[in-house]
Nanobody, 127 residues
């Protein structure tokens, strides 16, 4: 059974930091595009950051470049999103997602759909 289990969300003041985790199970992980997406109330879902499972060179949305860092523990099949310099506009439900693909840039931009989603974790940034 495929599972993506997120954790680490919460409430923080602007300028603060949070680290999200996504533990993957039930599929290979390596060779999959893994990523974080977010959706704020009344807005469309957007890609935040993606990377090939087991690979390097993550892609980031322009809105988070320089503030967020994507990393992974291949042995644990776990994806992390370190979020810094948080802004109120980062407030959203954050979802971990996966798709068997090598084109993680297209995955980030929404050109290809995820095959697996986590349940989401809420991030709230207050001003």
């Amino acid at each position: 059974q495929v599972q993506l289990v997120e954790s680490g969300g919460g409430s923080v003041q602007a300028g603060g930091s949070l680290r999200l985790s996504c533990e993957a199970s039930g599929f290979a992980y390596w060779g999959y595009c893994m990523g974080w997406f977010r959706q704020a109330p009344g807005k469309e879902r957007e890609g935040v950051a993606t990377v090939v499972g087991g690979g390097s060179s993550p892609y980031y949305a322009d809105s988070v470049k320089g503030r967020f860092t994507l990393s992974q523990d291949n042995a644990k099949k776990t994806l992390y999103l370190q979020m810094g310099s948080l802004k109120p506009e980062d407030t959203a439900m954050y979802y971990c997602a996966a798709r068997y693909s090598s084109d993680c840039f297209r995955f980030l931009s929404g050109g290809t759909a995820a095959s697996h989603w986590g349940q989401g974790t809420q991030v709230t940034v207050s001003s």
